[in-house]
């Protein structure tokens, strides 16, 4: 009888030692690794998940003007920040090209 208990307590903790890895994952990182992504992290995501603003689609002029508007809502950056933010924004998130928005699908 005791050696079932000690089994069945062997066979719970090996369960739980190989699916505690796999629960602790976290999910996949929605910016990608580009010039500014930590300046990113550091202001932006003080405030904000990165999933609100990440898939977003812009131009750099809008983009530029989100990070005004941050600004004026308190975000604490420099002018050097500013733009890095807005230029990994604008690179890593841009707007589709009219052209590209309009094409048929798969061509």
């Not at 992504?37 to 932006?44: E, F, Q, T």
């Not at 990440?54 to 950056?77: Q, S």
Request: hydrophobic letters at 50%.
């Amino acid at each position: 009888m005791t050696l079932r208990i000690f089994l069945a307590a062997a066979a719970a903790a090996f369960g739980l030692a190989a699916v505690g890895p796999v629960l602790a994952q976290t999910p996949k990182d929605p910016l990608p690794e580009a010039p500014g992504k930590d300046v990113v992290v550091r202001v932006c995501t003080s405030c904000h998940d990165a999933t609100q603003f990440a898939f977003a689609r812009l131009t750099p002029e809008e983009w530029d003007n989100e990070v005004t508007k941050m600004e004026g809502a308190g975000a604490d950056m420099t002018a050097e920040e500013h733009a890095a933010i807005a230029a990994y924004l604008a690179k890593t998130f841009p707007k589709a090209a009219a052209a590209d928005a309009k094409a048929p699908m798969g061509q």
